[in-house]
């Protein structure tokens, strides 16, 4: 008795686009800026943000004539793409002496992947988890592989400088923290939303982005202080809206263990990546000449911020 599996390979074929979009856009932080709209498709190394901005001044108009006034100008932000390939080579034959020997088709020719639906669909949500944690803490200069592709958001935040606000500081916080705990998180939260710009503390998807570590520290204190009052429903899903406000607070695990917690319109994000390249496809296939089945992934993925002004930071 053995499974067939002749079908798989062909899920594996036929699915491959939905399996690239679960894995290279299925992180959190992905689905969230791809529902923004701030996705730029096509990237094979690097593409500007191309921003303009303008004044508008009030001049006298109980007169006739024209007084040219006001400034247009335009700035660039670029997003730099790493090239990123996953590759892996599967034996079949070393599951002829465990229990998954029941799965291998007869014969000593294993030319099909053995539960290939599930092993991609694992894959993708891997993958998915890697991309999740590099668009924050990706760091070029890193040592750990899975990070070093491209610069996340925290490194990109640090290099703006001045231009980000900076809420952990004695002007905007009475102090400096240098950890998150129970006695300060929500002076944290409350002092990270007086920080953000009025110009968009209005907009509807404006948010504050936290690991799932310090969420958690956030949502045990508000429920010990009996704040019962305010509206959790969504905290389950890693989220809610701060009380009092119209501000999302979204739990994303690609901040857990910085304590690093970072407030923005949700639009001021852009990912770069190349979805459009013939060559960016999951393939299951088997090479006879190694007698493996082998599973290769390329794609590119970057991201920045649009601008820096608008965004607040709470590193410590």
């Known amino acids: 008795m053995s499974f067939s ?5 062909n899920y594996t074929k036929e699915n491959e686009k939905l399996l690239v979009v679960s894995s290279v856009l299925g992180s959190k932080t992905a689905s969230l800026i791809k529902e923004a709209g701030t996705v730029l498709i ?10 303009m901005e303008t004044d508008a001044v009030f001049q006298d108009g ?21 090239k990123i390939k996953v590759n892996e080579a599967l034996c079949m034959k070393d599951l002829e002496s465990k229990y998954l ?5 007869a014969g000593s020719k294993y030319d099909t992947m053995v539960f290939a639906e599930e092993f991609t669909n694992r894959k993708a949500e891997k993958i998915a988890a890697q991309l999740e944690k590099a668009l924050w803490q990706g760091d070029t200069g890193s040592v750990d592989v899975n990070l070093n592709k491209f610069d996340g958001l925290i490194k990109l935040i640090n290099a703006a400088g001045g231009t980000v606000v900076n809420a952990n500081s004695v002007a905007l916080h009475g102090v400096v923290e240098t950890s998150i705990t129970d006695a300060n998180v929500i002076s944290i939260f409350d002092d ?16 504050i982005f936290c690991g799932m570590d310090v969420f958690r520290t956030y949502t045990v204190k508000l429920k010990s202080s009996n704040l019962f009052h305010y509206k959790y429903d969504e905290a389950a899903n890693g989220q809610f809206f701060l009380p009092g406000t119209n501000v999302r607070v979204i739990a994303v695990q ?24 013939e060559q960016e496809k999951f393939e ?16 590119k993925m970057g991201i920045q911020l649009a601008f820096p002004t608008e965004v607040v930071k709470f590193f410590v």
């Open 5 to 9: 599996v002749g079908t798989l390979a």
């Open 192 to 207: 990270i939303y007086k920080a953000i710009p009025a110009e968009v503390i209005d907009k509807e998807d404006i948010a």
């Open 284 to 299: 299951l296939f088997y090479a006879a000449e190694a007698m493996q089945m082998r599973f290769v992934s390329e794609f």
């Open 101 to 105: 020997q029941k799965a291998l088709p």
């Open 254 to 277: 690609g901040l857990n263990g910085t304590n690093d917690i970072v407030a923005s319109r949700i639009s001021n994000f852009y990912i770069g990546t190349d979805l459009l390249d």
């Open 62 to 82: 109980s007169s006739c004539g024209f007084n040219a006034s006001g400034l247009t100008s335009f700035t660039q932000r670029a997003v730099t793409v790493g």
């Open 42 to 51: 096509g990237v094979k190394s690097s593409e500007t943000i191309n921003i």
